[in-house]
C-alpha cells in the first residue's frame, strides 16, 4: 500500500524552499507521495511542478482544485504542464468546493454542482489525453481551434474528484480514475463510499477507481492536546453538509473523532483498517498538529509502511 503526506502547515503558509525541502524529507523517509491544496494563496498545479521537479521519485498531486471559476481548457494546460515538468508524476485532484467560498470568492452563484462536475470531467478528459476537445454542453463550452496538447505530458494526467455524496461518486465512478474523500472513516468508505463508487465504474466500463483517503492524524504521546487542536482545525467542516453526512456515516459525531492520533501501533493498526476497507493509498494531513518532532516521527512510521 502506498502512503503520502500533504505538505503545507496547520499553522501557516511555507515558502516554496522550505516546501522542497520538506518534499525531499518525505521522499527519504520512503513516503510515495506529496499533495497540495488548493486556498486562495499558491497555485497548486505550479507548486506541485516545482516541487517535483526538484524531488525525483517522489509523486506530487493536488487536492483539490475547486471547479466553479475554473476552466477546463486552463486546468489541462496546467494539469499537462506539471505532468511535463515532473516526468509523469503528477496527479490532478478536483473538487465542488463550497458555497460559501464560491460565492463569496468569486462572485458566482453555487449552482447544480454535480452538472458542472459532469460537464467538467467531460470535456477534461479528451483534452488531458489528446489535446482536443470539441464540447458544448448546458453549463460549458470547451473547443479547440488548435491543439492544446503539452509536449512530454505523458502518461496522460490521472484525474481523481474529492467525492463522497452519492450523486458525485457516481459521476467519479463514470468519468474519473479515483477518488480523493477526506473525513471519511473506514466505516464509511467500506459500506458507502467505495461500493458505490466502484459500482459506477464498473456499469460505465471503466478500471476499478483509486480511493486516496485523506486521513487527518499524527503520532504522537499528547494525543489529547492534538485531539483538541484537531478539532480546532477541522470546525469548519461540520457546517458543510457533504462532511457532516460523510462524518455521520463514519460512525463520529465531529470531524476531531476521525483524527488518527496516538503511538505508532495505534497509527499503523488505523492504517490497516483504511486498507481493508477498500483505500488504495492513504495520505495523511495535518501531521504537524503536535509539533515538529511528532511530525518527523509520524513520516517515519508512515515511510517504514510504505516500504512494507
Request: net charge negative.
Amino acid at each position: 500500500m502506498t502512503l503520502g503526506v500533504t505538505l503545507g502547515s496547520t499553522a501557516r503558509q511555507l515558502p516554496v524552499d522550505s516546501t522542497v525541502a520538506l518534499a525531499r524529507e518525505a521522499r527519504d523517509a520512503g513516503l510515495h507521495s506529496a499533495w497540495f491544496g488548493q486556498s486562495f494563496a499558491y497555485d497548486s498545479p505550479s507548486l506541485a511542478a516545482i516541487v517535483g521537479r526538484e524531488v525525483p521519485g517522489l509523486q506530487v498531486g493536488t487536492a483539490a482544485i475547486p471547479i466553479f471559476g475554473r476552466h477546463p481548457l486552463l486546468v489541462s494546460s496546467q494539469a499537462q504542464t506539471a505532468q511535463a515538468a515532473t516526468g509523469g508524476r503528477y496527479h490532478l485532484g478536483l473538487a465542488l468546493g463550497t458555497k460559501h467560498l464560491t460565492e463569496a470568492g468569486f462572485g458566482l452563484p453555487y449552482q447544480r454542482p454535480i452538472g458542472l462536475l459532469r460537464e467538467f470531467l467531460t470535456a477534461l478528459r479528451p483534452l488531458l489525453e489528446t489535446g482536443e476537445a470539441d464540447f458544448h454542453g448546458e453549463l460549458l463550452t470547451a473547443t479547440t481551434p488548435y491543439s492544446a496538447a503539452v509536449p512530454g505530458a505523458q502518461p496522460p494526467v490521472p484525474v481523481l474528484v474529492a467525492a463522497m455524496g452519492p450523486q458525485a461518486l457516481r459521476v467519479s465512478g463514470e468519468l474519473a480514475d479515483g477518488i480523493l474523500p477526506f473525513l471519511a472513516g473506514p466505516r464509511a468508505l467500506a459500506e458507502h463510499v467505495v461500493p458505490a463508487v466502484t459500482a459506477a465504474a464498473e456499469a460505465a466500463g471503466r478500471p476499478a477507481p483509486r480511493i486516496v483517503a485523506l486521513v487527518p492524524g499524527a503520532v504522537t504521546s499528547d494525543t489529547e492536546g492534538a485531539r483538541q487542536r484537531a478539532a480546532e482545525s477541522l470546525a469548519l467542516y461540520e457546517r458543510v453538509p457533504s462532511y457532516q453526512r460523510v462524518i455521520e456515516l463514519s460512525g463520529a459525531d465531529r470531524a476531531a473523532d476521525l483524527a488518527v492520533l496516538g503511538d505508532e501501533e495505534t497509527v499503523a493498526a488505523e492504517v490497516r483498517r483504511y486498507r481493508e476497507a477498500g483505500a488504495t493509498e492513504v495520505v495523511f494531513t495535518a501531521t504537524d498538529l503536535s509539533g515538529e518532532d511528532d511530525r518527523r516521527r509520524t513520516w517515519k512510521l508512515l515511510g517504514e509502511l510504505s516500504r512494507g
